[in-house]
């Protein structure tokens, strides 16, 4: 029986073994890219249209590491210079404009600078400032409207990312538990704290992101391939193996697969790994960072209607504004992060200057509101089934090897699969490095079509996206697929 409903953000669950079928095609074969002469156009758009951008972005790299501070800036051939954002669209130094499917990284759900939560925020910033070190309404109204929202927050500590609130969970879990070891599915990503960089991207890496981080931090923390429960060095296995060594704090998953299910999960996993926990009296923690509120504001518990002992929240949870991420959950163990001057001695010890700040809660508190009244998470999830539909037609008719999936606004778009290798391709390192060049050749590209991704393989849509919207990015996109070949890598 199908747990999803007609009106929910996610409208369907995607065919897991097509789609593990289709990446295995996708990386067995040598990769498709940009072809030379179309790649050579799309860097001439950069040097003639964009040059603010590029004498700005130079000037980057002499202060910048890398000339740009985010992870997901496109570097190829160089970064741009945003200089507006609103709804659905970016536009940089030079005055060009663009679809935004980067969408920050996923927190605007009803669109880049949302005027009605923008004027509120600038409202509270007249009256108390940025911030004061003390409490204030906007604290309870957001941690009561994810407790109204969300059966299983009892309590809700806000903190300044998702990587604190992430980390604050599993001290949160060791403190409760007196248990030693954490586990995580491998590719997971839970932000960059010395213990979660373990298996990053791609399962079965190990510590190969891990550069800076002593052994010892890693020690404790274990993988287990996507949907692998009962199978050798699966979840069972690793419980079971931990539970003679100092047992097993926690178990943490993106519940939509990790890397926002690029390696997806079949439907039931999420109540397996519950009946798991249960079993090995273990806590099970949701990170929901992606995924609430964006697949609905009930989050990904409330689609999978599976109830996590903890949940993880960044982005959504200060709507896009900064310092966005903290951890809710049952009130045994939530109430360990008592703070103020008189907290318990069991204290999990967390803090943050500026965490809880009146612009981040509210912001986080309008923007839910707004996600509500204006059924945000619906929309925009509608807006990623037409570009996904859309996406699939075009590369069907192209006969490419490529494909698209979607869980409501979060679309994946596998072309260069850099992060479908697998560890065990005797050819694993050469495979990433061409494919990421690949990567940011596409990112590229679909930038000079007019379009921003994420990656250059995902799509974060919102309730900014019409149709007309959605249909002129699917050609703009259209127009680089049709260009793609087997690529060949001149070093
Ligand atoms: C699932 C997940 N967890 C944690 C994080 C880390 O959050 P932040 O970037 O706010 O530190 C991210 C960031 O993208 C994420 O996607």
Known sequence: MSITEQACPVSHWPDTDEIIAKSKKLIAEEPYGVNKPKMAEYDK???EKCAKSKASTAEAMEYIPGGVQHNLAFNHPFPLDIVKAEGA??????????IDFLQAGGPTVLGSNYAPVREKVIEVLHNA???????????????KFIHDHIPSIDKFRMLGSGTEACMAAIRAARNYTSKRHIIKVGAGYHGWSDQLVWGTRI???ASLEAHGIPDKCLEDTHEFYPNNIDGEGGLRELLEKNKANGGTAAVIVEPFGPESGSRPYYQDFNQKVRELCDEYDTLLIFDEVVTAFRLGLSGAQGYFGVTPDLTVFGKCVAGGYPAAGGVGGRCEVMDTFAGGIGAGSNRTLVGGTLSANPISCAAGYYSLVEMERTDAPLKAGRAGDRITEGLNKVINELELPFFAYNYGSIVHLMTHGVILVDVDNPDFMRQVFLRKKIAEEMGAAYTAEGVIT???????????DTD?????AVKRIGRVLEKCETYVLDL
Do not use: C
């Open 45 to 47: 758009y950069f040097e």
């Open 468 to 472: 007309d919207i959605i249909d002129d």
């Open 203 to 205: 399962p079965g890496t």
């Open 129 to 143: 400032g940025p911030v004061t070190g003390l409490f204030h309404e906007y604290e309870l109204k957001l941690a």
């Open 89 to 98: 669209y970016l536009w940089d130094l030079d005055g060009n404009q663009y």
């Open 454 to 464: 994420l990656a250059g393989s995902r799509i974060y849509t919102s309730m900014a």
